[in-house]
Structures are given as C-alpha cells and as structure tokens.
Nanobody, 123 residues
Framework: QVQLVESGGGLVQAGGSLRLSCTAS????????MGWFRQTPGKEREFVSA????????SYADSVKGRFTISRDNAKSTVYLQMNSLKPEDTAVYYC????????????????WGQGTQVTVSS
C-alpha cells in the first residue's frame, strides 16, 4: 500500500504561482512513476503531468506545457508540481497519482491516488 498526501493548494490571482507537494508513505516511492491529474465538477479527471521513477523524463498536457514543472525527490518520497502563470481555467482539484511502470497515464491505470488539493485561480 502507498499513501499519498498532497499539500500546497490555495487561492491565487491569475498570473501567480503555486507549488503543490505530494508525499508518499508505505512501499518504496522510487518504484512508482508519479503524476498529477486535475478535475472540475462535472468533468472527467484529466492528466496534467508525469515523471518517471528516476526523474529523468517528464511529460505534460498541452494546456500546461511551458507553465508547469514536475519534479521529484526520491530521498524525501515527494513529488512536486510548480505552477506558474496560472490562469482561471487551471482552477480544479489536483490529485497526486502513482502507477507502476509501463501502464498508460489514464485514470483507470492509476494504482494510488491522493485525496486532492483545491487550486483556485481568480481573474
């Protein structure tokens, strides 16, 4: 079992920045690829960003590319999402996700989810 706890959400004005953190406990953090999803009411959970087990490779949704940066610290069992130049359309509940190697970044393939943290961007 892996427990994921997110922090760092909040209210920010458009153009501002936030950094989300997700700390894992339980099984070895470095054996999991980590990612972030987000969800707004009435919509499906959507992929935001992911990072490989070693941190050597990252991927981003087109909507956040160039504005968000994912990173991880395996010694601290923590993954981060630095969000810059935030827009009102980034408003959502952000979820940390862990999955085993090789499966796609789709909600159905995620092994563990965090509880979510609210990000609200005002215009």
């Amino acid at each position: 079992q892996v427990q994921l706890v997110e922090s760092g959400g909040g209210l920010v004005q458009a153009g501002g920045s936030l950094r989300l953190s997700c700390t894992a406990s339980g099984r070895t953090f470095s054996t999991y690829a980590m990612g972030w999803f987000r969800q707004t009411p009435g919509k499906e959970r959507e992929f935001v960003s992911a990072i490989t087990r070693s941190g050597s490779s990252t991927s981003y949704a087109d909507s956040v590319k160039g504005r968000f940066t994912i990173s991880r610290d395996n010694a601290k069992s923590t993954v981060y999402l630095q969000m810059n130049s935030l827009k009102p359309e980034d408003t959502a509940v952000y979820y940390c996700a862990a999955k085993t190697y090789g499966s796609p970044w789709a909600p159905s393939s995620i092994d563990y989810w965090g509880q979510g943290t609210q990000v609200t961007v005002s215009s």
